[in-house]
């Protein structure tokens, strides 16, 4: 007997393609937490969930198109970076979002969890303002929790040159968090 | 290796292995990884420790990957069945489609013309055999054939029928 948690990504695809419902909610399982963090990262507290949602709910209606030339980890991952440019395309409203979240801190009277909120806000504020590869391998690192070789291997780069792109990244969003700050 | 890549090799290896020790929860504080300060290592290394200490805690708990997860597959449900809907909708259309060309005035009176045209011309042929031809059965009428001539007459009337139900626009 075959568990699910045994088969590859790609297989439990084929399955759900040819009816196992069950294959999803293995593949949900495994990456829901990912897709989570990643997203946290860079879309307003108040929204993550909806996102999440709308990337697994995308994912269910588009499995039948897989094709299997990338593997599952990475469609899925575009996918979820689809969904957050939508979602910012759908609103307009990036400010607009940051500052209910901050409304919503200052309505709980927390101040510790008010402050956290704000540096939250001014994070992805400065991530969304990176060029892409950048805010990437910063997610790939922070929000996956993916080691430097793993990274090299996605990105189809040697580790020293993914450390490297690190090392740029995390000056970019130094300088934007800098820039930021300074601004009243 | 000149001088400058060599600089940047180690503070991107540095900076990686700080990152390395923040994530897997063995640092907590400001700590310097750089045997020697650099200011420029620091700062990155604060960056680092503030983006971790933000986005440390939310997690989503076994409740909320639930609900998630309800919510995902009752959405999907819904999606397809809207989608069923809506082919369903393009499979009808495309059948009301050629009946609103049919429904135009031009067409209706093509159709009815061509119909009217057809049938005068089936009731013709069907009658050809029962016609009298020779004239015996009348004689008298020098010639004529009256069963030809009722023909002619049912075909006009048709088509003056067909005339006058038209729809005028």
């Known amino acids: 007997m075959t568990f699910h948690s045994e088969i590859s990504d790609e297989q439990l695809v084929k399955e759900f393609v040819q009816g196992d419902q069950q294959a999803f909610e293995t593949l949900y399982a495994r990456y829901v937490r990912a897709v989570h963090k990643r997203v946290r990262y860079v879309v307003a507290d108040t929204d993550v969930e909806d996102v999440t949602q709308e990337v697994f709910v995308a994912a269910l209606r588009s499995l039948g198109s897989f094709r299997g030339e990338a593997r599952f980890s990475t469609w899925l991952r575009t996918l979820t970076n689809h969904k957050v440019a939508e ?30 909120w704000e540096e939250r806000i001014a994070l992805r504020r400065a991530l969304l303002t990176l060029p892409e590869q950048y805010r990437e391998v910063i997610l790939l690192r922070f929000a996956e929790g993916m080691q430097f070789n793993k990274i090299a291997s996605v990105l189809n780069q040697n580790p020293e040159a993914t450390k490297s792109l690190f090392r740029r990244a995390m000056s970019a969003l130094r300088n934007t968090l800098d820039v930021n700050d300074d601004q009243p | 290796m ?30 310097i990884t750089s045997p020697v300060p ?4 620091n700062t990155l290394q604060l960056t680092a420790l503030r983006l971790q200490t933000a986005f440390d805690s939310g997690e989503p708990d076994r409740a909320t990957i639930q609900r998630m997860h309800r919510n995902i597959i009752q959405e999907w449900h819904r999606l397809e069945q809207r ?48 016609l009298n031809t020779t004239g015996d059965e009348l004689a008298g009428t020098s010639g004529q054939h009256p069963s030809l001539y009722i023909l002619i007459a049912i075909g006009a009337l048709i088509l003056l029928a067909v005339w006058l139900m038209r729809r005028r626009p």
């Open chain 2, 2 to 31: 000149t001088n400058p890549e060599k600089n940047e090799k180690i503070l991107a290896d540095q900076l990686a292995a700080y990152t390395d020790l923040l994530l897997s929860g063995n640092t907590h504080d400001r700590e």
């Open chain 2, 38 to 41: 650099d200011p420029d290592l």
């Open chain 1, 87 to 116: 979602y910012y395309r759908k609103r307009s409203r990036k400010k607009e979002t940051m500052q209910i979240d901050l409304i919503h801190a200052e309505q709980r009277g927390d101040q510790n969890s008010a402050s956290l």
């Open chain 2, 83 to 130: 989608k069923l809907s809506t082919i369903w909708q393009g499979l009808m259309a495309s059948f009301r489609a050629p009946r609103q060309k049919w429904a135009s005035q031009q067409s209706r009176q093509r159709f009815s013309l061509i119909a009217t045209l057809t049938a005068v011309t089936i009731l013709l042929v069907m009658a050809v055999p029962f």
